[in-house]
């Protein structure tokens, strides 16, 4: 008996792999921030949220913002990350071996740890507002909680940071 399918759909479709491939980067920065600094869980987080995508492409490409649409993707695979009992393993010093061309290392790296040791909320409304530069409402909606409560979080967290950084503030070049 003859199997053959009579779709014409292609098995990737070629959108897909365009937006794949112009996220996959932001993904992974976005995923390292969340992650504290693990590159390998950033990776894995990464590829992760494009297999999400790509179950629903159909759906996600008609959509107005498909790329905030993969960030939320990506934060809820964090947070959901960071519940199972699997994720209490410790991050180590060790970074992948890939060129860092940064100005300044010490300051990447003081911040990077300063972040890993932050709860995991605070974590996330940092990332989300200062890195991937949302607004206080797209964080809140991301985090499924109010404006205001993002706002609240987001002063006791960068309070939470200056604590963690402590004399190593001092030390930080000023803009």
Known sequence: ??????????????????????????????????????AHLAEDLAQDTLGRI???????????????????VL??????????RA??????????ETAVHDPDPDLRLTLLRALGQLPVQDRAVLVLRFWEDRSAEETAEVLRLSASGVRSRTSRALERLRAV???????????
Do not use: C
């Not at 809820?76 to 199972?84: E, N």
């Not at 994720?87 to 992948?96: L, R, Y």
């Open 1 to 38: 008996m003859d199997r053959t399918t009579t779709s014409t759909a292609p098995l990737e479709p070629l959108e897909f792999r365009a937006f794949a491939t112009a996220m996959g980067r932001r993904l992974v920065r976005t995923a390292f921030l969340l992650t504290g600094g693990d």
């Open 54 to 72: 790509y179950g629903k492409w159909r759906r996600v490409s008609r959509m107005e913002n498909p790329a905030g649409y993969a960030q939320t």
């Open 75 to 84: 934060l809820r695979a964090f947070l959901s990350h960071r519940r199972r």
């Open 87 to 96: 994720s209490t393993e410790q991050v180590t010093d060790t970074f992948a």
């Open 165 to 175: 950084l402590g004399d190593q503030l001092d030390e930080l070049p000023r803009p």
